[in-house]
């Protein structure tokens, strides 16, 4: 494989998380969602007792589920003539099973499942879990996304895909090569505000708006419309003039095309106010973890808030004419920040963007 | 082949005797395939199972002890 860079968990081991017998039905993916979940409770101080578990909605963003166990299945198969596979292959890989496991692990009895629209997956999960608590339909809700998919075959098919960075991912900058693939988790409580407030819970940020669309147009190339369109729609559902936004958490994948794009999204959705905007992308430091990224930068871009630091998009050499709107570039920046988005375009043309906002 | 049998329990029930009882021991359904897993790969043979099966044909240790060895050829 010519192209090797990508953005894994380093010195991951399982085994400081989970005992033999509990690792044996995860895959990486899940692995990594039931510790992000298991975090995300912890902090919330939230216990699942009195009804509330049949109540509490689990709903994961995942894009493509455990490929790690389907890639060391295929090579057992097809390489190693292996006369059988591991009996719980298809329990590890099918593309529920964070959810599934997140929920077995914690007691979350209510509605759970997982999303999957690659890029996007964690922000319409997450997206979808702010309107069920928003509609009563659960008081609260386990949400985010998870990822695992650095393993060989899945990486071959990135790189036949040609948008791979030979080197590192900085989007936003000239001479940006491509996308460096990541992994990982992030998990959060969302609840009612009556819920959260009749607990005296730490209330982080709060979810204001959603919006979505789809290109209905080239499966990869992305669309300047209809990224602007899920903004305004966001924008809509939360009731914010697009004056009132200070920073978006922006795709920024570090593809020619995306950031390109995307600039020219945020120009139509914020007219004369993009200029003012400050947009910085994660990947440039985390590299792109696919249907786990709307749940990382989305916790990014709460803390955001709640710091009053914009995280700088880094590996920045310099201006591209295509990309001029301000990405804070290489250095962290303090602003304050009381509402802000956060976009997400997926392969395939399906766009999900949540706004956020100070809670006071 | 015991020490296969018990890898999934916990370490102070590993050391099973021929009469032990898999559902006595701890072995539920999940850990019953992998067992059976582990000793096909381990044997290279194949173990004839089926979860839907009302009645498992290896209840104890010793059943399934027997069990291999008839298949592997060796008393």
């Not at chain 1, 009612?192 to 190339?221: T, W």
């Not at chain 1, 696919?290 to 709460?302: C, D, E, F, R, S």
Request: hydrophobic share 45%; proline share 4%.
């Amino acid at each position: 494989m010519a192209k090797k860079v990508v953005a894994e968990v380093k010195d991951y081991d399982p085994l400081k998380f989970f005992d033999e017998r509990e690792v044996s039905p995860l895959d990486r993916v899940a692995q990594f969602g039931v510790i992000a979940t298991r975090e995300a409770i912890a902090h919330s101080g939230l216990t699942f007792d009195g009804g509330l578990s049949e109540q509490t909605a689990t709903i994961i963003g995942c894009g493509v589920g455990g490929q790690s166990t389907q890639d060391e299945n295929y090579r057992r198969l097809y390489r190693d003539n292996a006369k059988r596979l591991h009996p719980l292959t298809i329990p590890r890989l099918m593309v529920n099973a964070p959810a599934s496991q997140m929920s077995m692990s914690c007691g979350l009895r209510g509605p759970a499942f997982v999303v999957a629209s690659a890029c996007a997956s964690a922000t319409h999960a997450i997206g979808l879990a702010f309107q069920m608590v928003r509609g009563g339909q659960a008081p609260v809700a386990v949400t985010g996304g998870a990822e695992a998919c650095i393993a060989f075959g899945t990486m071959k098919g990135w790189e036949a895909l040609r948008v791979l960075a030979p080197e590192t991912c900085r989007p936003f900058s000239r001479d940006r090569k491509g996308l460096v693939i990541g992994e990982g988790a992030a998990v959060m409580v969302i609840e009612s505000l009556e819920h959260a407030q009749k607990r005296s819970a730490n209330i982080l940020c709060e979810i204001v708006g959603f919006g979505m669309s789809a290109d209905a147009g080239d499966l990869l190339s992305p669309d300047a419309g209809s990224m602007g369109r899920a903004i305004d729609a966001a924008l809509k559902y939360g009731g914010l003039e697009p004056s009132a936004i200070r920073y978006v958490n922006a795709h920024g994948t570090s593809t020619a095309a995306n950031d390109a794009t995307e600039t020219e999204a945020l120009k139509r959705a914020f007219g004369a106010h993009a200029k003012n905007l400050a947009i910085s992308s994660n990947k440039s430091m985390i590299g792109h973890a696919l249907g786990a990224a709307g749940a990382l930068k989305l916790v990014a871009t709460l803390m955001s808030i709640r710091e009053g630091l914009v995280p700088p998009t880094i590996n920045y050499l310099g201006p591209d004419p295509a990309c001029d709107l301000d990405c804070v570039p290489n250095e962290a920046r303090a602003i304050r920040v009381d509402a802000a988005l956060s976009n997400t375009f997926a392969f395939g043309g399906l766009n999900a963007v949540l706004a956020v906002r100070r809670f006071s | 082949m015991t020490a296969l049998i018990g890898k999934k329990l916990p370490p102070d029930k590993r050391n099973l005797q021929m009469a032990d009882w898999l559902d006595e021991i701890g072995i539920d359904s999940l850990m019953a395939v992998e067992m059976i897993f582990d000793l096909e790969a381990k044997f290279d043979i194949q173990i004839p199972f089926n979860a839907n099966d009302a009645k498992l044909e290896f209840e104890t240790v010793g059943e399934i002890v027997a069990a291999i060895k008839k298949i592997t050829g060796k008393s």
